[in-house]
């Protein structure tokens, strides 16, 4: 019972730093910190550097987005990871990190249900205003800056995935069992807030169906599978009704 609620602790704290972490450390228009550090540190061109990269005013904006991207990847995935590694010294294969091939129709029976709703909310202002975060220039081509963009948009919902159905789900399975899957939906309904609404309330509901699927399957591969061919989806629709496709 000690061991159990010692757990249930390491998972709890290390997700409320992690969720600081990207909450406060992950802002585009906050990288002071960051510049002060280096510039402490003596590293006085590295600090003059990272300041011109991510100011609003820089020639490209993609340095910004890698700067958001590398905190989530950061807050969701390193840090948990060293907790798992290092205070409940277990294996992060054994947090849903363990492929699992045998389940491919059902995620991909999930996909297939959540394409409508997503076309049909490309239609709605708000979704064009809010997607894609990289947001192409006039006469911008897709590629390099677009591309790169997209694939770091997945690396951190990979990490995303990890931190909410892998970290949080498997790491409190032991101690409660199936209840394990609504601890999560809290947290991942909140990081939607200022999104639009439908995409908001939503966001229950998924985190509930990934999280069972998560579970019952052990591995977090397909919810993240599924998560980032959502996440392409609405930004090559936004593009799209934006007239760059």
């Not at 700067?67 to 590694?85: D, E, K, M, Q, T």
């Amino acid at each position: 019972a000690h061991r159990a609620a010692r757990d249930v602790a390491v998972v709890c704290f290390t997700a409320a730093l992690s969720l600081m972490f990207v909450r406060f450390a992950g802002r585009e228009d906050d990288s002071a910190w960051a510049v002060r550090a280096l510039s402490f540190l003596g590293l006085d061109g590295a600090a003059a550097d990272l300041s011109r990269a991510v100011a609003k005013n820089a020639p490209t904006q993609i340095w910004r987005k890698v700067w958001w991207a590398s905190a989530r990847v950061i807050g969701y995935g390193v840090i948990p990871l060293l907790s798992v590694v290092f205070l409940l010294k277990q294996s992060p294969l054994d947090l849903g990190l363990r492929g699992r091939g045998d389940h491919k129709h059902l995620y991909l029976l999930l996909f297939v249900l959540v394409t409508p709703f997503v076309l049909a909310a490309s239609f709605d202002p708000a979704f064009q205003a809010k997607y894609p975060y990289y947001k192409l220039a006039k006469g911008e081509e897709l590629w390099p800056h677009f591309v790169c963009w997209e694939l770091l948009y997945a690396s951190q919902f990979l990490a995303l995935e990890f931190f909410f159905r892998g970290f949080l789900i498997h790491g409190l399975k032991k101690s409660l069992g199936y209840a394990a899957v609504f601890v999560p939906i809290m947290p991942y309904a909140m990081i939607h807030f200022g999104k639009p609404l439908p995409e908001a309330l939503g966001s229950i509901f998924t985190g509930f169906l990934l999280g069972t699927v998560a579970l019952k399957t052990k591995s977090i591969w397909g919810g993240a599978a599924i998560h980032i061919g959502v996440a392409w989806s609405m930004d090559l629709l936004s593009i799209w009704h934006a007239g760059h496709l």
